[in-house]
Nanobody
């Protein structure tokens, strides 16, 4: 079992920045990769960014060049630095972890609202 606690969401104006954090606890020794997804109202959940234990990263096309994912393995925490935010970035952002057993755990989500 892995527990995930997200923080850092909120209201920001277009062009602004936010930093999301996700702290993992529990069976953290079996974490293979961590990432962020988002879901806007009426839309499907989509990948924002992911990072492996080795530090390899991947990003959704809509956030490339604006968002940066990073990971502090000592703190079992993954971060998402979001810059140049746009109203279309408004969504609930979910942290997830992929275990070596291929099990996936999700956080409860944190709301990011970008005003125009």
């Amino acid at each position: 079992q892995v527990q995930l606690v997200e923080s850092g969401g909120g209201l920001v104006q277009a062009g602004g920045s936010l930093r999301l954090s996700c702290a993992a606890s529990g069976s953290i020794f079996s974490i293979n990769a961590m990432g962020w997804y988002r879901q806007a109202p009426g839309k499907q959940r989509e990948l924002v960014a992911g990072i492996t234990n080795a530090g390899s990263t991947n990003y959704g096309d809509s956030v490339k060049g604006r968002f940066t994912i990073s990971r502090d393995n000592a703190k079992n925490t993954v971060y998402l630095q979001m810059n140049s935010l746009k109203p279309e970035d408004t969504a609930v952002y979910y942290c997830n972890v992929l275990l070596t057993s291929r099990t996936i755990y999700w956080g409860k989500g944190t709301l990011v609202t970008v005003s125009s």
